[in-house]
């Protein structure tokens, strides 16, 4: 067990865990930050995509001794009051079904509209292509992350 | 305080004076006292109304939906409605299950009869305050008028309401009247989704609660021999190994919950997922060989054996279909295969328990709660009425949770270990446990006359536990001599309902076939089927037809013209579908293009009959992702096992599709005829593949026949 000092959605958080602990089981079960989903744990289904100095990381892959002083963003941080544009456009183009694996495909979005603020239809296809919602709501998901660039 | 049934509706209507409930951002400010008017619905004094949602939701949306309908026959501003999800109770609602596609069709009549009971009981109280004739008043959005220009709002009158006597019968809407059905109404959850709050079983975290995780045998036909779990007692945070036994008790009346592969289990228990699942690593396990180790090339070969094997009985037999094969100037005949599935929904499977001496609380993602109960009844040897069961919301099931064995296995570790506890399966525990939809195979025969008729036709299906084959559902009751067969292998591999259980494969096969035979009688695929259709519609074949043959033929009349089918645009090739099922019917035409030499489905044209469309929004949305749910299996997925172990464990080597595969635009059209509402959740699913196998054949050359198509294909791209 080590102490470590997080930079977590711009406040500092203290954890005692294991070094090898995965960000993401060191988020749901210590910081009770649940947004952050686990779908996989071996970063093939991006459903517990956080940002790591603004870029999309796979947190079940990545230990906690690893990230260091880096800014960690979850979901729960996105926006002050939820208020992003791409949460925005979620709702409003209804995407979710079961809901399960939408905030880290939101997260993922985040990331590639801080690089490429408005996305063509392959762009988004690449980008994304790594967030799984076995639902199927990617029609609508490629929808949102355009009316989300349009807003912002 | 009592309840009491309604004519007509079953509805249960019981009287209580709870007086708590959740604040969301509604328009009006959140009560500290709230009236209930019966078990589907509080109002409070200034009008705000909380709708309770009966029903367990899976990513189907009838968390919205079903609210809708009781909030249309109230008569509310849908933005003063606030939605709970309720727990299982089975005093006040009748079949709180999510399987079928029947939610909305079964609930569709008592969730109406609870809101228009709420509303005439409010109109009586209004009359009685005011006293005036109850007929000189009318609701608008959550006003009582009177004729005199008089207004009181629903708040006002609530707790009088509530002591009103139940009327015995109730005028429902005229469903041209209706405001909230029929609208696009945003997911009620939405909010809490993109926001990353605690909605899913997985989200639990509770006082006390402690972590566990199972270990089953690698395979199946293994059970356990012997274990040590001395260096995993003694690593960090662990709590306890144990093992468990989840079989139910001999004579116990069988229960969803109790379809299992592996009821002997190794549990860690700890306090915290990532400990749990390094200790359940350095478990020392020795497993024995109890049953037969299955690989999938003996499915094969046995379900290929029963494809040249006549049943002792035929399923259904019409005329002579030995002569009109023997007679036929054309045969054409084809053999299907699909292999296993997992469900995979995102969320792994998990539950919530805290078993005490005298009862037992539960909590989790359960399709189907009254069931699992009933199971941890007779395991934990408690009375039913001493177990509370929550649902929470589901991140997606697919049929996978209607076998809720892991809330058994959740309430048998509580009671184990004395403590509440969470148990998380990891992906891989889930995907290696079963509960797979099972391997398939089928054989379709056609007959044609010498004027390109069709005279005989002729399916046998085989699958492991039971065929596929629908003996009952078109082309049967089109054609004079028809002729359905089963066959049934049985396996140690344990299988379950998936998403549009045997339609999902059926659908597909059957329509590319039709297409093969429409082809082979120089037909045009869509006047092919309708043809069919005006046999059905005007002289059927028999008399157990599983289907109306006119709204079948009115979906592929809708999607011909909205496709505009026949004009020919260069480059683009089409492929039609049409299936019935969950009592619902759906067309669907593809466009496929080829790019780089990939095929790539640019548009799916859908044309839907579910009756009554309640929420719009969802109801595209639940086609779109039924149908992009249905591309990516028949292309990519698959189950294979090896002496019993399967191949398959995660995402890394089962292939679910993906963002860069999904259809690039999907359009959908309900057909508007008032009908009361049907299936909605699996009927998108099942056609799908047959259009895109038939556009496939037109954009490649090339037929397919053995799922997933990624094994002999081009990949969609």
Redesign the interface.
Do not use: C, Y
């Given at each position: 067990m080590a102490n470590f000092n997080l930079n977590i959605n711009g406040k500092v958080k203290q954890v005692d865990v294991d070094p090898d602990t995965p960000m993401l089981w060191v988020l749901r079960d210590h910081i009770k930050l649940v947004g952050t989903k686990f779908g996989c744990g071996i970063s093939q289904c991006g459903a517990c995509t956080i940002h790591l100095d603004g870029e999309a990381v796979r947190s079940c892959s990545v230990p906690v001794s690893t990230v260091g002083d880096k800014s960690i963003t979850t979901i729960e941080g996105l926006s002050e009051n939820g208020d992003h544009p791409l949460q925005k456009a979620w709702v409003e183009v209804d995407v979710p079904q079961c809901g399960y694996c939408q905030a880290g495909q939101i997260m993922n979005a985040a990331a590639l509209l801080e690089k490429n603020p408005s996305p063509s239809d392959d762009d988004i296809a690449k980008a994304m292509n790594g967030n799984i919602c076995r639902c199927g709501t990617y029609t609508r998901i490629k929808k949102a992350i355009k009316t989300a660039a349009e807003m912002s | 305080m009592k309840a009491s049934a309604l004519g007509g509706g079953g509805m249960m209507i019981g009287f209580s004076w709870l007086a708590s409930c959740k604040p969301g951002e509604q328009a009006a400010d959140i009560p500290k006292e709230w009236f209930n008017v019966n078990a589907f619905l509080k109002i409070e004094k200034n009008g705000l109304v909380t709708i309770m949602s009966p029903n367990p939701e899976?990513?189907?949306?009838v968390k919205t939906a079903m609210p809708m309908i009781v909030a249309e026959e109230l008569d509310v501003d849908w933005k003063n409605v606030i939605v709970e999800q309720a727990g299982l109770n089975t005093v006040d609602y009748t079949r709180q299950l999510a399987g079928g596609s029947q939610s909305i069709r079964q609930g569709w009549q008592s969730l109406r009869m609870a809101g228009a009971t709420a509303r005439r009981m409010l109109l009586e109280a209004a009359a009685k305050q005011l006293e005036v004739p109850v007929e000189e008043l009318t609701t608008d959005s959550g006003v009582i008028k009177h004729t005199s220009g008089k207004t009181v709002g629903y708040g006002e009158v609530a707790s009088v309401a509530a002591t009103m006597v139940i009327p015995e019968e109730i005028e429902l809407k005229d469903p041209k009247d209706f405001k909230i059905i029929g609208t696009?109404v945003?997911?009620v959850?939405?909010?809490k989704?993109?926001?990353?709050?605690?909605?899913?079983g997985?989200?639990i975290?509770k006082e006390g609660m402690l972590?566990a995780m199972i270990q089953h045998p690698p395979s199946f036909g293994m059970k356990l021999k012997s274990l040590d779990a001395s260096k995993a007692k003694a690593m960090?945070g662990i709590k306890d190994v144990i093992t468990i036994n989840t079989n139910v008790p001999e004579g116990a009346e069988e229960q969803w919950s109790d379809v299992n592969a592996f009821n002997e289990l190794v549990v860690v228990v700890g306090n915290?997922?990532?400990?749990v699942m390094?200790a359940k690593k350095a478990l020392n396990i020795t497993w024995d060989q109890d049953t037969k180790l299955e690989s999938s090339i003996d499915h094969e070969v046995a379900l290929s054996d029963l494809m040249n094997k006549k049943p002792e009985e035929a399923t259904r037999k019409d005329g002579n279909p030995t002569s009109a094969f023997k007679n036929a100037a054309k045969v054409v005949e084809r053999t299907y295969s699909a292999p296993f599935l997992a469900h995979?929904?995102?969320?792994?499977m998990n539950f919530y328990a805290n078993v005490t001496a005298d009862k037992a609380e539960l909590e989790g993602p359960i399709q189907t709660p009254e069931y699992l109960r009933k199971t941890v009844a007779v395991v934990l040897g408690l009375p039913e009425d001493k177990i509370d069961i929550m649902m929470t919301?589901?991140?997606?099931?697919?049929g996978r949770r209607l076998y809720g064995h892991f809330g058994t296995e959740a309430a048998v570790i509580s009671q184990k270990i004395n403590a509440p506890v969470k148990l998380?399966y990891?992906?891989e525990d889930d995907m290696t446990q079963g509960t797979y939809r099972p391997a398939y195979k089928v054989k379709y025969r056609a007959a044609l006359d010498k004027n390109n008729k069709l005279t005989g036709f002729h399916v046998r299906g085989a699958g492991v536990h039971g065929s596929p084959v629908f003996a009952n559902r078109f082309p049967a009751g089109t054609v004079d001599n028809y002729l359905a067969e089963d066959h049934r292998l049985d396996s140690n591999i344990s299988t379950g309902a998936w998403r549009a259980p045997r339609s999902n494969f059926m659908a597909g096969i059957e329509q590319a076939f039709l297409d093969e035979v429409a082809e082979a009688a120089g037909k045009d695929p869509i006047d092919f089927r309708l043809e069919l259709f005006d046999r059905a519609i005007n002289d059927p074949v028999g008399e157990k037809n599983d289907y109306d043959a006119a709204r079948y033929a009115g979906v592929l009349k809708l999607v011909k013209e909205k496709a505009n089918w026949g004009a020919d645009t260069p480059g683009v090739h089409r492929g039609v579908s049409a299936y019935y099922c969950h009592n619902s019917y759906v067309a669907q035409v593809v466009d496929m293009v080829m790019e780089n030499d990939k095929p790539i489905v640019k548009k799916v044209w859908c044309a839907v009959d579910c009756g009554i469309v309640i929420n719009t929004?969802?109801a595209r949305?639940?086609i779109?992702?039924?149908?992009?749910?249905g591309i990516?299996h028949t292309m990519y997925s698959a189950m294979t096992f090896k002496d019993g172990q399967p191949d398959q464990r995660?995402?890394?080597n089962y292939r679910?599709?993906?963002?860069?595969e999904?259809?690039?635009?999907?359009e959908t059209f309900f057909v508007d005829n008032g009908i009361d509402p049907t299936g909605l959740g699996e009927p998108g699913l099942p056609p799908i593949s047959g259009a895109v196998m038939n556009a496939m054949a037109k954009a490649t050359g090339k037929r397919l026949y053995n799922q997933p198509f990624v094994n002999e294909a081009l990949v969609l791209g």
């Open positions: - | 899976i990513g189907q949306n696009d945003g997911n959850d939405a909010p989704i993109v926001n990353g709050e605690p909605l899913f997985l989200d975290d972590i960090p915290t997922t990532w400990e390094k995979n929904p995102m969320e792994p919301r589901m991140g997606g099931g697919f998380v990891t992906r929004s969802n949305n639940q779109e992702g039924g149908l992009i749910d990516g995660n995402f890394d679910l599709i993906k963002h860069a999904a259809p690039l635009e999907i």
